[in-house]
C-alpha cells in the first residue's frame, strides 16, 4: 500500500525549496546592499541628527512610504515591465527578485534607521568633539554602535522576505509558498501543502536562531 | 586662553525666539581651573558647548588660543576640536570597543600616529588615569568611575591644551567624585591644561577651581576667584549656591543664645592664620565669651580657610573686633540692620 510518502513528488518540493533559498539569498542581497544607505541617509536627515532637514527627512519619508504602502503582490505585478528591463524576464526567479528587492529596500531601510535612533546622541556628540568627520562618525560610531540592532533588522527582513516570496506563485515564480498555493490551494493536495508549510518553518525558525545568535555575539552591552 | 566677547546666543522654537545666552563676557587665562555653575537651564552647557563649536554663538566674538574661532570651518574646525578634549557627564562611550580602542578613537580619526605610536600613547594614558591593567575590558564592564578615566584618557590623547569637563562627576557617587576631581587637579597641575567646567554643585568648584562664573537666565551674575565668591558671595543667586555648601545659621539655636545678649559676627579666615589659636587669643586679650553658632574649616584648592558665625558677649566685644580686624580676619556684622 503506497505510503503517504511515497504521494509526495519529493524532487519538486526539493527544487522549489533550493528555488526559494535561491530567492531569498539573491534578494537579501541586494536590500541590504541598498536599504543600509538608505536607512543611514533617512537618519541622518531625521530631527536633530547630523544633517537634521526637516524638509528632506519629509520627502524622502514620503517616498518610501509609498512604496511601502502597496500591497507586495500588487507590487510583483505592477513592476512586470521593469523587472523584464532589468533581468530579461518577468517570472521565475530572476523575475521575483526585482520585486522582493523593491518591497525589502524600503522595510529594511526603516528598521535601520530604527536601530541607528538607539544610537545615544550624547556618543555622536563625543565624537564631533573629537573633530571626527560626518562619515568618520557614520562609519565608525553610528554603524559599529548599531550592529546588534541591524542584525535584528537583517533577520527581521530575511523572515519578511519569506512570506514576500511565497506570493511569487502568483507570477510563476517557483519556491516552496508558490508549491503550496499551486498544489494545496489550487489542487486541493493538501498533503503537499502540509510539507511545504512545514519547510517553511523550519526555514524561519533557523533564519531566527541564526540572526539571535549573530545578536548576541556583537552585543557588547 | 579662551575670551568670550559679548556672546549671545539665540535659536527658534515654536513659541518664537529663545534666549539662551546674553551678553557673555568672560576671560579664562591658560592654566587655570575655571567653573560655571549655575541652575538646569541657565545657560552653562550652551556656553561650554561654544568652546569647540559644538554649539555657534548668534553674536559676539569667541578667540581661543589666540585665534578667532567664532565663524570656524571644516578642516579648521576640526583641527580646533582635536586641541580640546571633552569629558560628560554619561561619559559617551563606544559601547562596541574596548577602553584601548575608546582611548585611540581620537588618534585613528587625523591619522597622523603609526599604530604603534598609538598603542604607546594608550598605555601611557590608561597608566595616567589609573587604568593599566583595563586596556581590553569593554566599557560594559567598568564602574561609572572607571568609565569617567576612560573617557579623561580618551580626552587627553591628542595632547589638548584646553579640557572641557560637563558635569563630569554628576552622575558619580561622592567618593569617586572626590577621585575624578584629584586625578582632574594632578592633570592640570602636571600638564598645564586649562579646565573649564560646569557643574551645579559648588562643593566641586570649592575643590578644584581657581575661578568661576556664576550664569543666571542666559547671564553670567558674578565672577571671580573662587575663594572671593565663596566666602563673599555678593549676587542672591550666588549665595544661594554657596549655602548649600556652607549651611547658615540654625535658627533655633540662634534664637537660644539671643538671650545671652552680644554682637553676631561672621568671622572669615585665609591661609595660614587658619592655624592661630584666633578664640582663645580673643577670650584672653579681650576678655570677651564666644559662642559659636555655626562654622566651618576646609580648603578652597589648596588654600585653607576658616569661616565662623559666632556670638560675641561682654564689655569689650568692640574692642575685640577691633582686634580681629587688625589680625587680618574679615569681619561681617550680622546684626546690624
Same mark, same amino acid.
Given at each position: 500500500?503506497?505510503?503517504?510518502?511515497?504521494?509526495?513528488?519529493?524532487?519538486?518540493?526539493?527544487?522549489?525549496?533550493?528555488?526559494?533559498?535561491?530567492?531569498?539569498?539573491?534578494?537579501?542581497?541586494?536590500?541590504l546592499?541598498?536599504?543600509?544607505?538608505?536607512?543611514?541617509?533617512?537618519?541622518?536627515?531625521?530631527?536633530?541628527?547630523?544633517?537634521?532637514?526637516?524638509?528632506?527627512?519629509?520627502?524622502?519619508?514620503?517616498?518610501?512610504?509609498?512604496?511601502?504602502?502597496?500591497?507586495?503582490?500588487?507590487?510583483?505585478?505592477?513592476?512586470?515591465?521593469?523587472?523584464?528591463?532589468?533581468?530579461?524576464?518577468?517570472?521565475?526567479?530572476?523575475?521575483?527578485?526585482?520585486?522582493?528587492?523593491a518591497?525589502?529596500?524600503?522595510f529594511?531601510?526603516?528598521?535601520?534607521?530604527?536601530?541607528l535612533?538607539?544610537?545615544?546622541?550624547?556618543?555622536?556628540?563625543?565624537?564631533?568633539?573629537?573633530?571626527?568627520?560626518?562619515?568618520?562618525?557614520?562609519?565608525?560610531?553610528?554603524?559599529?554602535?548599531?550592529?546588534?540592532g541591524?542584525?535584528?533588522?537583517?533577520?527581521?527582513?530575511?523572515?519578511?522576505?519569506?512570506?514576500?516570496?511565497?506570493?511569487?506563485?502568483?507570477?510563476?515564480?517557483?519556491?516552496?509558498?508558490?508549491?503550496?498555493?499551486?498544489?494545496?490551494?489550487?489542487?486541493?493536495?493538501?498533503?503537499?501543502?502540509?510539507?511545504?508549510?512545514?519547510?517553511?518553518?523550519?526555514?524561519?525558525?533557523?533564519?531566527?536562531?541564526?540572526?539571535?545568535r549573530?545578536?548576541?555575539?556583537?552585543?557588547?552591552? | 586662553m579662551?575670551?568670550?566677547?559679548?556672546?549671545?546666543?539665540?535659536?527658534?522654537?515654536?513659541?518664537?525666539?529663545?534666549?539662551?545666552?546674553?551678553?557673555?563676557?568672560?576671560?579664562?587665562?591658560?592654566?587655570?581651573?575655571?567653573?560655571?555653575?549655575?541652575?538646569s537651564g541657565?545657560?552653562?552647557?550652551?556656553?561650554?558647548?561654544?568652546?569647540?563649536?559644538?554649539?555657534?554663538?548668534?553674536?559676539?566674538?569667541?578667540?581661543?588660543?589666540?585665534?578667532?574661532?567664532?565663524?570656524?570651518?571644516?578642516?579648521?574646525?576640526?583641527?580646533?576640536?582635536?586641541?580640546i578634549?571633552?569629558?560628560?557627564?554619561?561619559?559617551?562611550?563606544?559601547?562596541?570597543?574596548?577602553?584601548?580602542?575608546?582611548?585611540?578613537?581620537?588618534?585613528?580619526?587625523?591619522?597622523?600616529l603609526?599604530?604603534?605610536?598609538?598603542?604607546?600613547?594608550?598605555?601611557?594614558?590608561?597608566?595616567?588615569?589609573?587604568?593599566?591593567?583595563?586596556?581590553?575590558?569593554?566599557?560594559?564592564?567598568?564602574?561609572?568611575?572607571?568609565?569617567?578615566?576612560?573617557?579623561?584618557a580618551?580626552?587627553?590623547?591628542?595632547?589638548?591644551?584646553?579640557?572641557?569637563?560637563?558635569?563630569?562627576?554628576?552622575?558619580?557617587?561622592?567618593?569617586?567624585?572626590?577621585?575624578?576631581?584629584?586625578?582632574?587637579?594632578?592633570?592640570?597641575? =602636571?600638564? @598645564?591644561?586649562?579646565?573649564? /567646567?560646569?557643574? #551645579?554643585?559648588?562643593?566641586? $568648584?570649592r *575643590?578644584?577651581?581657581?575661578?568661576? !562664573?556664576v550664569?543666571?537666565?542666559g547671564?553670567?551674575? =558674578?565672577? @571671580?576667584?573662587?575663594?572671593? /565668591?565663596?566666602? #563673599?558671595?555678593?549676587?542672591? $543667586?550666588? *549665595?544661594?549656591?554657596?549655602?548649600? !555648601?556652607?549651611?547658615?545659621?540654625?535658627?533655633?539655636i540662634?534664637?537660644?543664645?539671643?538671650?545671652?545678649?552680644?554682637?553676631?559676627?561672621?568671622?572669615? $579666615?585665609?591661609?595660614?592664620?587658619?592655624?592661630q589659636?584666633?578664640?582663645?587669643?580673643?577670650?584672653?586679650?579681650?576678655?570677651?565669651?564666644?559662642?559659636?553658632?555655626?562654622?566651618?574649616?576646609?580648603?578652597?584648592?589648596?588654600?585653607?580657610?576658616?569661616?565662623?558665625?559666632?556670638?560675641?558677649?561682654g564689655?569689650?566685644?568692640?574692642?575685640?573686633?577691633?582686634?580681629?580686624?587688625?589680625?587680618?580676619?574679615?569681619?561681617?556684622?550680622?546684626?546690624?540692620?
Amino acid at each position: 500500500m503506497p505510503t503517504f510518502w511515497n504521494l509526495l513528488d519529493w524532487p519538486e518540493i526539493t527544487e522549489a525549496g533550493l528555488d526559494s533559498l535561491a530567492m531569498l539569498g539573491g534578494a537579501l542581497c541586494f536590500i541590504l546592499l541598498l536599504g543600509l544607505p538608505l536607512g543611514i541617509v533617512l537618519h541622518l536627515f531625521a530631527r536633530r541628527q547630523l544633517l537634521a532637514s526637516a524638509r528632506t527627512y519629509a520627502l524622502l519619508s514620503f517616498v518610501v512610504n509609498i512604496v511601502r504602502s502597496v500591497p507586495f503582490i500588487i507590487l510583483l505585478i505592477l513592476m512586470m515591465p521593469l523587472t523584464t528591463l532589468l533581468t530579461g524576464t518577468a517570472i521565475g526567479i530572476k523575475g521575483v527578485i526585482p520585486p522582493l528587492v523593491a518591497g525589502g529596500v524600503p522595510f529594511f531601510a526603516r528598521l535601520v534607521e530604527s536601530a541607528l535612533r538607539e544610537v545615544d546622541r550624547g556618543v555622536v556628540e563625543a565624537a564631533q568633539a573629537m573633530g571626527a568627520t560626518h562619515l568618520q562618525i557614520i562609519w565608525q560610531v553610528l554603524l559599529p554602535e548599531a550592529l546588534p540592532g541591524l542584525l535584528a533588522a537583517a533577520t527581521v527582513t530575511a523572515i519578511a522576505l519569506v512570506d514576500y516570496s511565497a506570493m511569487s506563485g502568483a507570477i510563476g515564480g517557483g519556491g516552496l509558498g508558490d508549491m503550496a498555493i499551486r498544489y494545496g490551494y489550487q489542487r486541493y493536495e493538501t498533503e503537499v501543502m502540509l510539507v511545504t508549510v512545514a519547510l517553511l518553518i523550519v526555514l524561519v525558525q533557523a533564519l531566527q536562531i541564526a540572526g539571535n545568535r549573530l545578536v548576541i555575539h556583537f552585543t557588547r552591552r | 586662553m579662551i575670551e568670550f566677547k559679548n556672546i549671545g546666543k539665540t535659536y527658534p522654537t515654536k513659541a518664537g525666539q529663545v534666549t539662551a545666552l546674553d551678553g557673555i563676557d568672560l576671560h579664562i587665562a591658560a592654566g587655570e581651573v575655571f567653573g560655571m555653575v549655575g541652575a538646569s537651564g541657565a545657560g552653562k552647557s550652551t556656553l561650554l558647548r561654544l568652546i569647540n563649536l559644538l554649539e555657534r554663538p548668534t553674536q559676539g566674538e569667541l578667540w581661543v588660543d589666540g585665534d578667532n574661532i567664532t565663524a570656524l570651518r571644516g578642516t579648521g574646525l576640526r583641527q580646533l576640536r582635536s586641541k580640546i578634549g571633552m569629558i560628560f557627564q554619561h561619559f559617551n562611550l563606544l559601547y562596541a570597543k574596548t577602553v584601548a580602542q575608546n582611548v585611540a578613537f581620537p588618534l585613528t580619526l587625523n591619522r597622523a600616529l603609526s599604530a604603534g605610536q598609538i598603542a604607546e600613547r594608550v598605555s601611557e594614558l590608561l597608566a595616567r588615569v589609573g587604568l593599566a591593567g583595563l586596556a581590553h575590558a569593554y566599557p560594559a564592564q567598568l564602574s561609572g568611575g572607571q568609565k569617567q578615566r576612560v573617557g579623561i584618557a580618551r580626552a587627553l590623547a591628542n595632547l589638548p591644551k584646553i579640557l572641557l569637563c560637563d558635569e563630569a562627576t554628576s552622575a558619580l557617587d561622592p567618593h569617586t567624585t572626590q577621585d575624578i576631581l584629584s586625578l582632574l587637579a594632578q592633570i592640570n597641575h =602636571e600638564l @598645564g591644561i586649562t579646565i573649564v /567646567l560646569i557643574t #551645579h554643585e559648588m562643593d566641586v $568648584v570649592r *575643590r578644584v577651581c581657581d575661578r568661576v !562664573a556664576v550664569l543666571d537666565g542666559g547671564r553670567v551674575v =558674578e565672577s @571671580g576667584a573662587v575663594a572671593d /565668591l565663596f566666602l #563673599h558671595p555678593q549676587h542672591p $543667586v550666588t *549665595r544661594r549656591f554657596v549655602q548649600e !555648601a556652607l549651611p547658615e545659621i540654625d535658627p533655633l539655636i540662634d534664637a537660644a543664645l539671643q538671650q545671652h545678649g552680644g554682637r553676631t559676627l561672621r568671622l572669615t $579666615v585665609r591661609g595660614d592664620p587658619v592655624h592661630q589659636p584666633l578664640l582663645s587669643q580673643l577670650s584672653r586679650d579681650a576678655g570677651v565669651d564666644c559662642r559659636l553658632l555655626s562654622g566651618r574649616i576646609d580648603r578652597i584648592k589648596n588654600l585653607p580657610y576658616s569661616q565662623l558665625v559666632l556670638s560675641l558677649s561682654g564689655d569689650n566685644a568692640d574692642r575685640a573686633i577691633e582686634q580681629l580686624r587688625a589680625a587680618n580676619v574679615h569681619v561681617e556684622l550680622l546684626d546690624t540692620p
